[in-house]
């Protein structure tokens, strides 16, 4: 569990994280979103007790990272933005370092060392020496550092950065599988990421926080009326008078890709419309939900400041 | 302890995977068994010459006509080489960012630096080890005294550690190598010839200056002489150094 209170850090006269608060649940994955220069980087950086902060506080699995520091740095995996690697070393030579200095047990060193490169896929390039591999294991081999003394919490700083897509996709399965027994916070550009890998968002712009929660509530929360697109096989621009005419329906509109029909939050007329559809035989082609997208949700959360 | 083990090892092991350890290592064996040859050539003639004359014969003495200008001469190589071993400790941690998984491992701060500052003393230890077998040719040619000899390198290893530290410390001011490299050489060579101006200074001023000098420390034991001053003069210069590079590093953090 990670847990931030208030945090602030200053650069000089440049605040770059001002009062920031939020909380990641046991297990789950969260991810850290914002723009460039949001302070994303500088708030990793301060839970895993690289950087002080300057005032506020963060704990990590219930120890405070700037009265406990060495017992968050053994609890806590990290890959940093860029990956820490020494160019002059094999890949295993590389993570006996790792292991030496995360203070493995030395019975413990060669398994924690075989699991780590089984895990990451580095199986391949062990021998080889790191500034001979490509970009996607170098991005392997800085998982593989972060994971190699089993920690309890994972932070990763744009994990899938520079990868092809087939890579990413690698990626975001290893860190999904690494759920349940890893608390894990990631940064990320990428909003499909997101959705696709975490459980959990906070949003953050120029330091401060936008948002955060679980993705269904904060969807849910944001969006001020619920809806539906549909598309028909009979002539559609006719119909929205009468659509229009359902009870409690709020308002119709043509789109690209169909007809937009919102209504109210409070109640669900799905049933109404479906029923609707059918009985007048339209011909229903899709239907699907007008839920608030990810990149909504960002671009009105970054742009509006709406706190939650 | 196995903390500074571990990064004392990686050190080391980037040393000798680079052509840093070779180059300098070479360099030093090189430059340094030229002034071998040459001083005992030297007191080779002089031996010649004073044959003939047994009185003169019985005041020559190879550890002070040989040693003693050789371990002088050595010292200023160590100068040029030293910055050059140090540079990198911590510039290039920085530079490539790895010093991040350092500072983010349970390991503290002046365990990076002991073990960094080990692992060259390991190479200036090697370096005088390699030297030290030069005099080897002499023990079985001639008959030095051996403790002389002995405290002679000691003199050479003290004052060796001493730049080492502070070289450590001008890299962690900076993540550019030939800017660590260049400080910890005109630092060096000032400290080295301190005890010129205090020719011209007076009073507590001329013994300040002195006491500095590294000249003045290492001269008494090139000759073989071992003076506490002058282990307490070394030892405090190390110790100023690691404490100055571990002051750096947390500052730097702060920030």
């Keep these: 569990m990670i847990e931030v209170e208030n945090l602030t850090k200053k650069y000089g006269d440049l605040l770059a994280v001002r009062d920031l608060s939020f909380k990641v649940e046991k297990g789950k994955i969260w991810g850290l979103l914002g723009p460039n220069a949001a302070g994303k980087t500088t708030t990793m950086r301060i839970l895993t007790g690289y950087l002080p902060a300057t005032k506020g506080k963060a704990t990590v699995s219930g120890y405070d990272v700037f009265e406990q520091t060495n017992e968050v740095k053994k609890i806590t995996g990290y890959l940093p933005e860029v990956v820490p690697l020494y160019q002059e070393m094999t890949v295993n030579e590389y993570l006996k370092f790792v292991a030496d200095i995360k203070q493995i047990p030395p019975d413990k060193k060669k398994e924690a060392i075989e699991r780590s490169i089984e895990t990451s896929g580095l199986e391949l390039v062990r021998h080889r020496l790191i500034r001979n591999i490509s970009r996607g294991f170098r991005q392997r081999v800085g998982i593989a550092q972060a994971l190699i003394h089993d920690p309890q919490i994972l932070i990763l700083d744009e994990p899938t950065i520079g990868l092809d897509p087939a890579q990413i996709i690698e990626i975001r399965q290893l860190i999904r599988s690494l759920k349940g027994e890893h608390t894990i916070m990631l940064s990320t550009h990428i909003l499909a990421e997101v959705t696709q890998v975490c459980d959990g968002v906070v949003i953050i ?4 926080l936008k948002a955060s929660g679980s993705l269904q509530e904060l969807t849910s929360s944001l969006a001020e009326r619920d809806g539906v697109v549909i598309r028909l096989r009979k002539a559609e621009r006719e119909l929205i008078p009468l659509l229009k005419g359902l009870p409690g329906v709020d308002n119709v509109s043509q789109q690209d890709d169909g007809i937009k029909i919102e209504w109210g939050t409070d109640k669900d007329i799905r049933d109404v419309i479906t029923r609707y559809v059918v009985d007048n ?15 909504d949700l960002y671009l009105k959360v970054i742009s509006g400041g709406t706190e939650q | 302890m196995n903390n500074i083990w571990a990064v004392c090892k990686r050190e080391i092991k980037t040393y000798f995977t680079s052509p840093i350890a070779y180059v300098a290592i070479t360099v030093f064996l090189i430059v340094t068994g030229f002034f071998f040859y040459t001083l005992i050539q030297w007191f080779n003639m002089q031996s010649m010459q004073m044959a003939r004359n047994p009185q003169y014969f019985q005041q020559l003495n190879i550890n002070q006509m040989v040693f003693a200008p050789l371990f002088h001469n050595i010292s200023i190589i160590l100068l040029f080489l030293v910055p050059i071993l140090t540079m990198r400790l911590f510039a290039e ?17 002046s365990q990076i630096i002991l073990g960094k500052y080990l692992a060259s003393l390991f190479v200036l230890l090697v370096m005088l080890l390699l030297n030290g077998l030069l005099s080897l040719f002499v023990f079985a040619f001639g008959n030095p005294e051996f403790m002389p000899l002995l405290i002679g390198y000691l003199g050479l290893f003290l004052m060796g550690a001493s730049f080492m530290a502070l070289g450590i410390f001008f890299s962690s001011l900076t993540e550019n190598q030939i800017v660590a490299a260049a400080l910890g050489f005109g630092f060096f060579l000032l400290f080295f010839v301190l005890n010129w101006a205090s020719q011209f200074a007076g009073g507590i001023w001329r013994s300040v200056l002195n006491y500095l000098s590294f000249f003045q420390h290492f001269d008494d034991l090139t000759r073989g002489i071992l003076d506490t001053t002058d282990i307490v003069y070394y030892l405090s210069f190390m110790f100023f150094g690691l404490f100055l590079t571990y002051s750096v590093i947390q500052s730097r953090r702060w920030r």
Excluded: R, V, W
């Design chain 1, 205 to 208: 712009s120029d330091g401060q």
């Design chain 2, 93 to 109: 941690e920085k530079k490539s960012k790895t010093e991040e998984l350092l500072f983010t491992s349970p390991i503290s701060i």
């Design chain 1, 281 to 295: 035989d339209l011909g229903l082609i899709e239907m699907k939900s007008l839920a608030l997208n990810i990149e």
